[in-house]
């Protein structure tokens, strides 16, 4: 968590510096290019005339016809059609309608075509599921014997005459990047002389071996080296002493984290990794991430990867693998029919990484070859038996005794090769403790290896040196993999590690850097594609002002940054207080430099207000959607007389509400509607003025007297007087005396559906072991939230969005209807601000019940990326039946789905039917005793954004895959991807800005999300190169729900998209396919005019614009 203040701050500097670069380079390359006759491409005009000129086109038509043209762009299906007068609108009529300018009059049905719907109809994969796992395993916990979560292994000692066995004992440590230090402690303390020790060490012996995977503290080494220091590690690398595993910017959590982030900390280390060390990883290691998900091993795979490890599962999951000899195994996706996301697996099978739990079965036999803990260490093993130095009087026994647990190992595996990882945390600090465990281990291997009847062929390795060795034993491997290895899917969630000890309270930890997590990657994001549209646009018109290598380096930097924080303490909310507390210090020191964004990181972000006058203020809205979109701006203004004008200077329609900053304090906001083009900017000017008219909202506050009415019309009523609704012409909703809902109407066919919201506290378990940072232990189900008197509730009926907001004590929960035709008018937008920093050992909870027969099956997301179906099960204890939630998650029946859409990753459940419960904040008072020795009790008032989505579908099929619907899938990408507005520190510019920037011909196909738009690094220097890396995911989405009415501004493709139809502004120089971290290109690379895109599938692909 240590640099979470620094990726804020670096994520949102380079985003507000991108945007004023373009639009000044917009501008200049306007000015001084106007009739510049350009032979590039197949424009016969420079790109930015061209859009100056349709701009000026469709102004005309303002003045004429006295409307606002909304949609500016050509649907995907009217890709082909020529753009002589300006663009056309894209798919839907839009006109002046209903008293609203940019509302459409008319919807049509969403165009779908038939072959892409056949995807999610099929079953997908037909081998066996974790699901089906979980309904043989008992979950009986008894006393295993020395293996105490597993059974006694025996063997015969001949079983090794045909086949000797092969033990691969791999040296490794385990960093931190932030946990009980910070990261710069943790270097300065440790990690620097673990390299400096493994350079020096290593060369002594080449038959010594060491493996490392977090890149991040490799990287800050490596700033710190001379050349011949760089040369010994290269050496180390290609004589195959060293080896990078993974090679990510740090090992992640695979929870929390979303699959932007894990791709782009992957892309970060692969490409450090490439650039100064020339070595490709290509073994997954991820032995701490507290479960593990699919979607990281189908990244891996997508990255070229053939192999990978896995450590933290459950240890009854554990122990039923081990039984059945399949903790090594095909990972494949469940929505895969074939075998193209395989990925071969190594399940660790016992409770830890440390060396105590990775030799054999028994814990006390294999402290004792931990070397580090020899007598007069600073620690030794708890089961009171310590190691003893190897020498010729002892090696006998102490080899025979360490022999016997590498067969018994040996016993859980199908083939006679045996991997023992010889590691722990931060451990290969001191140069000692590498003479203790190399010279020790090398005698036992000496002498077991010159013993030809133990049958043993032992020595150091690495991962990979494991894996080629499990590859060459049977040669059907990676072939006819079936016959060795079983085939698996599903994930690994919920982990325990012992007894009832359910890791689901991290899920939520510490909300409030999960929700600020989302919000940047959502600014990193917009800032990568901005960036490289500018950086062309430069290199173009011959800029010199773009000052692309600077700016190149502070998103390198928040790159970074952003991947340290998906390390699995830090997204997690597991690390130290004063961990965090020094992210605050770090960013104090550049609180000058981006002052506005200071708030975001240590409290609620706080909207400026913009302070008007006669004078008009630029405010520029960015779109980072690849659709087109209508949403709502909202700013806040020092003044009711504000006026809104667009880039043709016409004035656009205003809602203007109060601002209530407590439940008797106001000030105003104003709304307008914006119809924004895909990954598109538009300028607008806003100012104070007399001719000002906006629509003003109106209130009703019941259980309260608000005297001060200001500009707006309020009126004060008792609940029971009458019943709270919203409306738009979508859905209605009916809420409570309390002011929370209750029920939805379905304005499409009338019918009323219980929804109904409530929360609730969960307390902590009276046994000795409590609920912690990682461990939820609640005290049974869970309590009502209890009011003792109505709360005070707050009604706003607005032109384009109306809202209920109810007071309690912890929560100030709203529930708001946009009273718009565009998707994000479909759903209803829940926002809860929870301040529970006075509580003591509890657990709030928003609980959404509905009239959906759900029984117990539910489903939730794996990293945004995949649904993964759940089912709450009696057997086991209500903490095991919660889940993460990175972004959705929905229960269903043969007619109805109800979804919960969410902007930040929470602990999620569905324990009786027709229930989703989101764990939205907690706080406990002590440590769970998993390393972090303090309870979590540095809460901060959190907003938490949610969607809630109900959709008519068809007859319900229970499959072991499940997808959202198209509507879904956008709704999510927008709550996650809003529009932003731009409105401090604008300079005036000396030159008229451009009134839009619209780089796309068109949305990209419904179905296709741009994950990123990365500008590649030079492989020279750490600066830019021409290249980016375009990163594209077809979604999987389910048909059988209603395409009428849908908002969508898209169409579907089949996954096809033509190179040339793609960017409005440039011309696509070379479009080349790539492995999804750029390690690898595939055989036959060559640049290619179409993309086609396979379900599901994430591509990246080597791009060039001119």
Same mark, same amino acid.
């Given at each position: 968590?240590?640099?979470? %203040? ?29 009739? #510049? ?32 043209? #909304? ?322 009087? !002892? ?398 509730? %707050? ?60 029984? !117990? ?186 395409? %009428? ?62």
């Amino acid at each position: 968590m240590k640099l979470s %203040r620094q990726f804020t701050v670096f994520g949102s500097a380079i985003f507000c510096v991108v945007i004023f670069s373009l639009y000044l380079m917009l501008d200049r390359g306007h000015l001084d290019y106007p009739k #510049s006759p350009r032979r590039e491409g197949s424009f016969p005009q420079g790109q930015l005339s061209m859009l100056q000129e349709k701009i000026d086109h469709l102004e005309r038509l303002l003045a004429e016809n006295n409307e606002i043209i #909304s949609n500016i762009r050509d649907s995907v299906i009217n890709l082909s059609e020529s753009v002589e007068d300006g663009p056309k609108s894209s798919q839907g009529n839009f006109s002046q309608g209903a008293g609203s300018p940019l509302l459409p009059s008319k919807q049509s049905s969403l165009v779908v075509d038939p072959e892409d719907c056949s995807f999610a109809l099929q079953s997908g994969s037909r081998n066996s599921d974790m699901l089906d796992v979980y309904s043989l395993i008992p979950f009986d916990n008894p006393d295993g014997g020395v293996w105490k979560q597993g059974f006694d292994i025996s063997y015969l000692f001949n079983e090794w005459d045909s086949k000797p066995l092969q033990v691969f004992v791999v040296p490794h440590s385990h960093n931190d990047p932030g946990w009980l230090k910070t990261f710069d402690d943790y270097f300065r303390e440790m990690t620097q002389y673990i390299f400096n020790n493994m350079v020096i060490k290593l060369k002594e012996d080449s038959r010594r071996k060491f493996m490392w995977s977090e890149i991040s503290y490799l990287s800050k080494w490596w700033d710190t080296i001379d050349k011949p220091k760089k040369d010994a590690v290269k050496s180390l690398l290609q004589n195959g002493q060293f080896e990078i595993v993974t090679g990510g910017w740090v090992m992640p959590d695979e929870a929390a984290a979303h699959y932007f982030a894990l791709i782009d900390q992957l892309i970060e280390g692969h490409q450090w990794v490439g650039k100064n060390l020339g070595v490709k990883p290509r073994s997954g290691w991820a032995i701490d991430p507290f479960g593990h998900s699919p979607t990281m091993a189908y990244l891996l795979k997508r990255a070229g990867f053939s192999h990978m490890l896995i450590q933290r599962v459950h240890y009854a999951v554990k122990k039923h693998f081990a039984l059945h000899k399949t903790l090594e195994f095909y990972w494949r996706q469940n929505w895969d029919l074939e075998s193209g996301t395989d990925i071969f697996c190594h399940m660790m099978p016992f409770y830890s990484y440390d060396i105590p739990h990775t030799c054999g079965p028994d814990p006390k036999i294999c402290c004792q070859f931990d070397f580090k803990r020899l007598p007069g260490g600073r620690f030794g093993c708890p089961w009171g038996v310590p190691p003893e130095t190897i020498h010729l009087g !002892n090696v006998q026994k102490r080899a025979e005794m360490l022999l016997d647990q590498y067969r018994k190992k040996s016993k859980l595996f199908r083939t006679t090769v045996v991997l023992a990882p010889l590691g722990d945390d931060f451990r290969y600090c001191e140069r000692t403790e590498w003479d203790h465990q190399f010279k020790n281990y090398q005698l036992l291997f000496d002498y077991m290896n010159s013993h030809p009847e133990y049958n043993v062929k032992i020595q150091f390795g690495t991962l990979s040196d494991y894996f080629d060795a499990l590859d060459k034993e049977d040669v059907t491997i990676g072939k006819n993999s079936q016959s060795t290895f079983p085939v698996l899917s599903g994930d690994f969630f919920t982990y325990a590690d012992r007894d009832d000890h359910y890791w689901s309270g991290y899920f939520t930890s510490r909300p409030f850097y999960k929700r600020m997590d989302r919000i940047l990657e959502s600014h990193l994001r917009a800032a990568e594609i901005l960036y490289y549209f500018a950086l062309k646009q430069a290199q173009k018109y011959k800029i010199s002002k773009f000052l692309s290598s600077s700016h190149y380096m502070a998103l390198t930097e928040a790159r970074r940054n952003l991947g340290l924080f998906q390390h699995h303490d830090a997204i997690t909310g597991t690390a130290k207080d004063w961990v965090v507390a020094f992210i605050f210090d770090e960013v104090v020191n550049v609180h000058q430099t981006i002052s506005t964004m200071t708030p975001l990181v240590s409290s609620l972000p706080q909207k400026t207000i913009i302070t008007l006058s006669a004078e008009p203020r630029y405010l520029v809205v960015c779109n980072p959607s690849e659709q087109d979109r209508i949403s709502v701006v909202s700013v806040y203004v020092s003044s009711p007389t504000a006026q809104v004008t667009s880039a043709s200077g016409k004035p656009v329609e205003i809602q203007m509400s109060a601002v209530w900053n407590t439940a008797s304090t106001i000030s105003q906001t104003i709304s307008f509607l914006v119809q924004m083009p895909p990954l598109g900017l538009k300028v607008y000017t806003i100012l104070e003025s007399a001719s000002s008219d906006p629509h003003l909202a109106e209130y009703v506050l019941h259980n309260g007297n608000v005297k001060d009415k200001g500009i707006f019309n309020m009126k004060n009523v008792k609940s029971t007087e009458e019943d709270i609704t919203l409306e738009n012409s979508f859905i209605k909703l009916r809420f409570g005396q309390s002011g929370l809902m209750e029920e939805l109407i379905n304005k499409e066919d009338g019918k009323h559906h219980e929804v109904k919201v409530q929360f609730s506290w969960y307390g902590t378990t009276s046994k000795k072991d409590k609920s912690g940072a990682y461990l939820f232990l609640p005290d049974g189900e869970a309590k009502p939230y209890v009011y003792t008197a109505l709360p005070f509730v %707050r009604v706003q009926h607005g032109r384009f969005y109306s809202d209920v907001t109810c007071f309690l004590e912890h929560v100030t929960h709203r529930v708001r209807l946009y009273n718009i035709q565009g998707i994000e008018g479909q759903s209803v937008e829940v926002s809860n601000i929870v301040d529970i920093r006075k509580e003591h050992n509890r657990e709030i909870a928003m609980r959404i019940s509905s009239s959906i027969n759900s029984q !117990n099956r539910f489903y939730t997301d794996l990293n945004g990326y995949q649904i993964q179906p759940r089912m709450t099960m009696s057997k086991l204890p209500l903490q095991a039946n919660v889940y993460p939630m990175t972004t959705m998650a929905y229960i269903q029946d043969a007619k109805h789905r109800l979804t919960l859409l969410s902007a930040q990753s929470l602990g999620v459940s569905s324990l009786k039917s027709g229930q989703i419960e989101v764990i939205m904040d907690r706080r406990l008072m002590q440590d769970d005793n998993r390393g972090l020795e303090q309870g979590v009790h540095d809460n901060k008032v959190t907003a938490n954004l949610f969607r809630i989505l109900l959709e008519k579908r068809s007859e319900e099929e229970k499959k072991s895959v499940s997808y959202p619907s198209l509507v879904s899938h956008v709704t999510s990408s927008f709550l996650n991807h809003p529009v932003f507005t731009m409105t401090e520190k604008i300079p005036v510019p000396s030159l008229q800005l451009l009134g839009e920037f619209s780089p796309l011909l068109s949305s990209l196909p419904c179905d296709i999300h741009l994950v990123n738009l990365r500008t590649i690094q030079s492989k020279v220097d750490g600066k830019h190169s021409d290249e980016a890396a375009l990163i594209l995911h077809r979604k999987g989405f389910d048909c059988r729900f209603s395409s %009428r009415d849908t908002g969508l501004l898209c169409s579907t493709t089949q996954g096809k998209i033509l190179v040339q139809k793609l960017f409005s502004m440039f011309t696509v120089a070379s479009l080349i396919p790539s492995s999804l971290s750029l390690m690898h290109s595939p055989p036959d690379a060559r640049n290619i005019s179409e993309i086609h895109l396979s379900p599901m599938e994430i591509s990246t692909f080597r791009i060039q614009l001119r």
